[in-house]
């Protein structure tokens, strides 16, 4: 089995963001970072596969030099190739990320053979474009499925599961196959002493690609409104009771 796992180069979850004076840029200088959320759960399922099934687990990213950090976590966790695609440091539109996506899965399969199996994160952490996988899977001829939390092994290809309201969805995919994977499919491991030391070594390919910007401009950010709460302390000890009472009674659940 020869997979394929695209991962993203995002914030923190729950790191403060401010934005540069001009608007257009994420001020990164007290910021951490770390692979989208969704895209951690896709290498954790990529590499229960593989664990299985046997073959490899090539990690994908296009970004900035930096990236280079989540590539080496990737190599930590299991992952067996890893390729970074340098862009100049700025996000580029979810057109322009595709195409050079593309030409690097074309790529990597002229050298390699055919990817059984590619994986994208459901959508990335900070743009939430939930484009760029379904343009390269467009592109490259494959079907592909959103939104998935199940993902068994047949002989002709893939059965995904997607959760809906009313239930599950399944599907049938023939290999090769594109999937959008969503945060819950699993719980991603930690890495091992062992792994982080291997990862270290790992060799990390580069690909100097690039393509022409898409029909989507990025003209400003604009931070959302801080929401502060407050906190009432109703007492201490068994004085407060009675304010207690009131309050659950206020509330409905007495």
């Known amino acids: 089995m020869r997979i394929l796992v695209c991962v993203k180069r995002v914030p923190a979850p729950g790191a ?32 229960q596969i593989i ?7 090539v990690v994908l990213t296009l970004g900035p030099a ?20 340098p862009n100049d440091g700025i996000d580029w539109d979810p057109q322009r990320t595709a195409a050079a996506i593309i030409d690097a899965i074309r790529s990597l399969e002229a050298e390699g053979g055919e990817f059984d199996l590619i994986m994208f994160g459901n959508e990335s952490a900070d743009a939430g474009g939930f484009q760029v996988g379904v343009r390269a899977a467009y592109a490259l001829g494959r079907p592909i499925v959103n939104g998935i939390k199940g993902i068994e092994i047949t002989p002709d290809g893939f059965t995904a599961h997607r959760a809906i309201d009313a239930g599950v ?13 969503k945060e819950g499919i699993n719980l991603p491991r930690y890495p091992t002493m062992k792994g982080r030391l291997a990862s270290r070594k790992a060799e990390v390919a580069t690909m100097e690609l690039d393509a022409p910007a898409g029909g989507q401009t990025m003209v ?3 931070r959302a409104p801080e929401q502060a709460s407050t906190t009432e302390v109703l007492g201490t000890g068994p ?6 009472v009131d309050l659950l009674d206020e509330l409905g659940v007495l």
């Open 66 to 85: 930096e990236a280079e950090e989540q590539l080496r976590y990737a190599a930590s966790v299991g992952g067996t190739g890893f390729v970074l695609v």
């Open 169 to 181: 969805e399944v599907y049938q995919l023939p290999k090769p196959a594109v999937m959008g994977i």
């Open 16 to 47: 403060k963001i401010n934005v540069t004076d001009d608007g257009r840029a994420v001020d990164t200088t007290h910021l951490g970072f770390t692979t989208s959320p969704h895209e951690e759960c896709a290498l954790e399922e990529a590499v």
């Open 239 to 244: 004085e407060a009771a009675a304010a207690i």
């Open 51 to 57: 664990e299985r099934e046997g073959g490899e687990v």
């Open 220 to 222: 400003r950010l604009h």
